[in-house]
């Protein structure tokens, strides 16, 4: 299969250096990152080791496959200028996935993009960049994929066997949506909090106050989705964020890495979005709007 990672971050590299086993892959991104990754190859460390050959471009314009499926990687706020940089390559018989945090992505893809040719990945694996062509896989985690429609199409079999033949042990889901709005949950409890405090996710659940606060944070949330429809279980959510930051105990979340390298964070497109819900909807929003504002404040 020939894929495109657009937006060769760490996860992307990531995926991009597992997914080259069995597969064409190209990446795009930074153009320190693109010439080790091009003189050196891509290294990635830590939970999984692996010297990944790909290959690597600074622009869409240099990739000179027609790829099967465009994977986007980019954070939130840059997936309509990905996907605009990408558009020569979206061909009637691509497909795009999102591998993103956010709640606000797919309507972004939907203006580009035609319903059922959108895949959805989300992902609770820790990956840390650590340096250009160097890539830290800090915590194991549960990958899901699916559609709009919820419906397993021949491509969807496809690209969930490319997945797990390649180490990514992923599964289907037929309601992509709300694993979604789970996964904004999460990182609304997590992301925000490791930033204000500056700590790694495992820290969390060490310091008693901090582990109270993300409980508090995590119900706020759930009780937010909720209003969608959701009845997702506040208990349970709480365990599955625990749950999280044990597998990813020793990963700095994406916030704070944006953080400390002084980019521009994605709380708009999770904690921000979950106060423009709740609004909506007259449910509490304090605990996410003092996030926002905290973490508006460090950068």
């Known amino acids: 299969m020939n894929i495109v990672v657009v937006g060769a971050g760490a996860i992307g590299s990531f995926f991009g250096a597992m997914l080259s086993k069995n597969n064409n892959v190209f990446l795009v991104g930074r153009k320190k990152h693109v010439d080790t990754i091009n003189k050196n190859g891509l290294r990635v460390d830590g939970k999984t080791k692996i010297n990944a ?83 830290k896989h800090t915590g194991g985690g549960r990958t899901i994929m699916g559609c709009l429609n919820g419906k397993k199409t021949v491509f969807s079999t496809n690209i969930l066997n490319c997945l797990n033949e390649s180490g990514i042990k992923t599964s289907f889901s037929k309601n992509i949506e709300r694993e979604m709005w789970i996964k904004a949950i999460i990182n609304s409890s997590i992301n925000p909090v490791t930033s204000i405090f500056s700590c790694k996710n495992g820290y969390l659940l060490k310091n008693p106050i901090l582990e109270k606060t993300i409980e508090k944070i995590c119900t706020e949330s759930t009780n937010i989705a909720n209003t969608q429809g959701l009845k997702l279980s506040n208990s349970e959510m709480i365990k599955k964020t625990k749950q999280v930051i044990n597998e990813t105990s020793e990963n700095q979340s994406s916030m704070l890495q944006s953080i400390m390298n002084n980019k521009k964070t994605e709380i708009d497109s999770i904690n921000e979005k979950l106060i423009d819900v709740g609004r909506k909807h007259c449910v509490d929003t304090s605990l996410n709007e003092l996030l926002v504002y905290c973490v508006k404040k460090t950068w």
């Open 53 to 135: 050959r790909v290959e690597a471009f600074t622009s869409v314009n240099d990739v000179y496959i027609v790829p099967d499926v465009v994977i986007i990687a980019v954070k939130s706020y840059d997936t309509e200028n990905a996907l605009k940089s990408a558009e020569s390559l979206i061909r009637n018989n691509t497909f795009v996935m999102s591998l993103q945090n956010g709640l606000d992505n797919v309507e972004k893809i939907q203006k580009k993009v035609k319903n059922d040719r959108i895949y959805i990945c989300i992902t609770t694996h820790g990956v840390v960049f650590s340096k250009p062509g160097h890539i």
